[in-house]
């Protein structure tokens, strides 16, 4: 069973950069896809970026895409997402997932579904 924990998430003002953390733990995650999603409320849970585990391969929405950045530090069983230009918009709950999944590429990484286990999530919160 693997754990996700989620941290960095805060009120900041619209400009401003933030970098969330997914803690992993309880099991190898080698063959693991680890995806960013973000729920603002009253709105559906949106694809953000994933990562492969093992091959580091980086895959983005076009929403997020040169102003987010996902990455992975093996060594820390830790996935980041580094956020900048920070807008209101961007106000939401942001949550990691993971999961083996069977088929490569954005059209699957992206799918909330694929993935099996979640953190709890973090808020971000941008002011005007």
């Known amino acids: 069973q693997a754990q996700l924990v989620e941290s960095g998430g805060g009120l900041v003002q619209a400009g401003d950069s933030l970098r969330l953390a997914c803690a992993a733990s309880?099991?190898?995650?080698?063959?693991?896809?680890v995806g960013w999603f973000r729920q603002a409320q009253g709105k559906e849970r949106e694809f953000l970026a994933a990562v492969t585990w093992s091959g580091g391969n980086t895959y983005y929405a076009d929403s997020v895409k040169g102003r987010f950045t996902i990455s992975r530090d093996n060594a820390k069983n830790t996935v980041y997402l580094q956020m900048n230009s920070l807008t209101p918009e961007d106000t939401a709950v942001y949550y990691c997932?993971?999961?083996?999944?069977?088929?490569?590429?954005?059209?699957?990484?992206?799918?909330?579904?694929?993935?099996?286990?979640w953190g709890q999530g973090t808020q971000v919160t941008v002011s005007s």
């Open positions: 309880g099991r190898t995650f080698d063959s693991y896809v």
């Open positions: 997932a993971a999961d083996v999944i069977l088929y490569s590429g954005i059209v699957y990484y992206a799918q909330s579904r694929s993935y099996r286990y």
